[in-house]
Structure formats: structure tokens, C-alpha cells
């Protein structure tokens, strides 16, 4: 495959939800990568320690809080890099899915529901929106969305998050059209994730054992197991994927 490089050297990739599970892990496998790598959190906790962590690789990193649901704060946020660092690759990875959200549609409370779609839909459309115009000026810009196996199926007590999902997805294939042939926008659909966010359903027999059972590799996946395929999406490697959305699911839509 002459001329295609699975590396990330010379760009700067910027990691949403970066400080923890899947985002951490995909902001230090773009650093082993060769890209410099910024990651994004509302807050410091863990975030210092992630770019601690990206510096070790021998790239460069900076830390950097915002809030992906305040418009106005992300796009001055993706300004300030644009201009500091320049903005090579993106990656939509913030996302929740608090107990407000959860259980039968009648049990969602609004707040509940406000709260999923403006971090794991909005939030997303904000920050493609501000680091759209660096992608696109940039030699071969790359945005990544992390959704879920939620956003190809249906999961039960789960509607807020699946329907934020869905839409992640929707996005991504509206994006990739929009910003073609300049800038590719690809998804990534993981199963269940061996993170702070299925610890309480790793801690339940019951549920852990309903999830593997339908899990034909049968366990939960390593946050590493997704970084690499967001990795891939934004090299040179998938340089003719754009619109697409793999799934990194142990099998699960498989079936």
C-alpha cells in the first residue's frame, strides 16, 4: 500500500471527553501514533494526568477544559487551537448516560433528557461546527464520532442515549457529505465498554451475564480496543472512508 501511513505524524488531533475510558485511551493511542494530541474535559481532574501521559509518548499537548454544551465556549475553545496549533483531526467522544435517563420512557425526566442529547448530540454538532473550518483549510482534515451499538440498534431503558446515538450517526453521514472530498467524517459504533460508565452493569451479575451472552466474543471490550479503530479512521489508511460507521461491538450487531 505505497504512499498510505497508518501514523498521525505531523497533525493534531483533538480528543473530546478525553480525560477518562474511551476518550483517554484514544488521546494516548493517537500520541503512540505520532500526532500531538489535545484533550478536552469540563474540568482538570484526570485531564492533567492525560497529557502527562500524551507528553511521555514524545508529542505535544496542552491542557484545555470546556464544556461541549456551551456553544460559544467551544467554538472560542477551537479557535484559540486553530490558531495556536493548527487542527488536523477531531474526535466526538463526550457522551453520558446518567440515571436521570434511564428506565421506561414515562420514568425520563425532562432534565434527563435535555441533558443526553446536549452533550452526546449537540455537544458533538458544536464542536464539528467549530473545528470545521481548520479541517477543511488543513491537507486531509479527519472528525471521528464516537456514537454506540446504540446508535445501529435499539437497547432497552436506554432512549434517550440510543436516540442521541442514532442521531451521531446521521450526523456523521450528513457531515461526510457536506465536507467531501476536503475533509472525511467517519463513526465508530463500540459495544460495552470496559469503562466508568458500564461499572454498575459490570458490577450486576444478572445484567453482565445478559450482556455477554449476547456479546458473541463474550466480554467486554478494553478502551485500547477502540482507540485503534479511531486511529485507523483518521489515517491515511481510510483515506477513502468517509460516511461510514464500524462497529467495534464483539459481535453484538452480528447477530
Known amino acids: 500500500m505505497d504512499g498510505l501511513e497508518f501514523g498521525l505524524e505531523g497533525r493534531t488531533a483533538v480528543v473530546t471527553g478525553g480525560s477518562r475510558g474511551i476518550g483517554r ?18 474540568g482538570e481532574t484526570d485531564l492533567t494526568e492525560v497529557v502527562a501521559a500524551i507528553r511521555e509518548r514524545g508529542v ?21 487551537l486553530a490558531d495556536d496549533l493548527g487542527v488536523d483531526v477531531v474526535v466526538n467522544n463526550a457522551g453520558i448516560n446518567p440515571d436521570a435517563a434511564l428506565g421506561p420512557p414515562e420514568a425520563v425526566s425532562d432534565e434527563g433528557l435535555e ?33 454506540s451499538v446504540g ?12 436516540a442521541s446515538k442514532h442521531g451521531l450517526v446521521g450526523l456523521t453521514r450528513s457531515l461526510a457529505l457536506d465536507w467531501a ?16 460508565l458500564t461499572a454498575e452493569l459490570r458490577a450486576d ?18 478502551p485500547a480496543e477502540v482507540a485503534g479503530p479511531a486511529v485507523f479512521l483518521a489515517s491515511d489508511l481510510a483515506g477513502y472512508a468517509t460516511g461510514a460507521t464500524l462497529a467495534v461491538d464483539g459481535g453484538w450487531t452480528a447477530r
Open 25 to 42: 485511551a484514544v488521546a494516548v493511542g493517537f500520541a503512540e501514533a505520532g500526532a500531538d494530541v489535545v484533550p478536552l474535559a469540563r
Open 151 to 162: 446508535g445501529l440498534v435499539g437497547l432497552p431503558r436506554q432512549h434517550p442515549y440510543v
Open 205 to 222: 451479575d444478572d445484567l453482565r451475564r445478559s450482556i455477554l451472552e449476547r456479546t458473541p466474543l463474550e466480554r467486554f471490550a478494553d
Open 181 to 196: 472530498p476536503d475533509v472525511r467524517v467517519n463513526c465508530l459504533a463500540p459495544g460495552y465498554v470496559a469503562t466508568d
Open 60 to 80: 505535544e499537548s496542552r491542557l484545555e477544559t470546556v464544556d461541549v454544551t456551551d456553544a460559544a465556549a467551544v467554538a472560542d475553545c477551537f479557535d484559540r
Open 115 to 147: 441533558r443526553v442529547l446536549a452533550v452526546n448530540l449537540e455537544g458533538a454538532f458544536a464542536c464539528a461546527r467549530a473545528a470545521g473550518p481548520a479541517l477543511r483549510d488543513g491537507d486531509g482534515g479527519a472528525l471521528v464520532n464516537v456514537a
